[in-house]
């Protein structure tokens, strides 16, 4: 049986250089759940984490099981923002509201999905599980790069990105800070961190 695994069958989308380049992001199906609050210290944030995962390696298993197609489960990932933007801009996490998100397989139809997401949420105790929902995310044209190390440092990197990057190419933004997490905080080094800083782009003209 093939294991698909998104992050090596689309280099392009998970494997940028730590210089910026634009990339075209393709309609993608995923897991999602919304909060407020610092990643650091919300329980909320921890458990909605908990329950995304919870929930796609239930969807992998499954459609293993059942559909003989089976995957790596992607990588968590996360859309941020601030009622104030100056706020986000100066990294006040306690004011910032999020989506965290994990991919899922376009293969699996929403009805299937739903039903994953009912089973899982009956056999965990997670509540949050029961929240989730699936949600089509169509990005399209984004700027991304890599930034390696703690996830507080990003900030000189995200705003070269809006100040110089952007104006230097006829773009503006047109959506949420997107970053997409390929370590893991609990084993790997903040200094070796690996995440992709995403940002949804127009072109002026």
Known sequence: MTVL?????QKELYSPGTDFSIVDVPVMTFFALDGAGDPNTSRDYTA??????AASYATKFTSKRELERDYVVA???????SENPAKFAQLDKKDWLWTVMIRQPEWLTNAQLLD??????EKKKNSLIAAIRPMLFNEGLCVQAMHIGPYDDEAPKIAALHADYLPANNLVETGKHHEIYLSDPRTVKPEK???ILRQPVQRKY
């Open 5 to 9: 695994d998104f992050k090596s069958d």
């Open 48 to 53: 909605a984490v908990e329950a995304l995962f």
């Open 75 to 81: 990588p968590l990932e996360g859309l941020w923002w």
């Open 116 to 121: 994953i997401l009912h089973a899982t949420a």
């Open 193 to 195: 961190l690996r995440t």
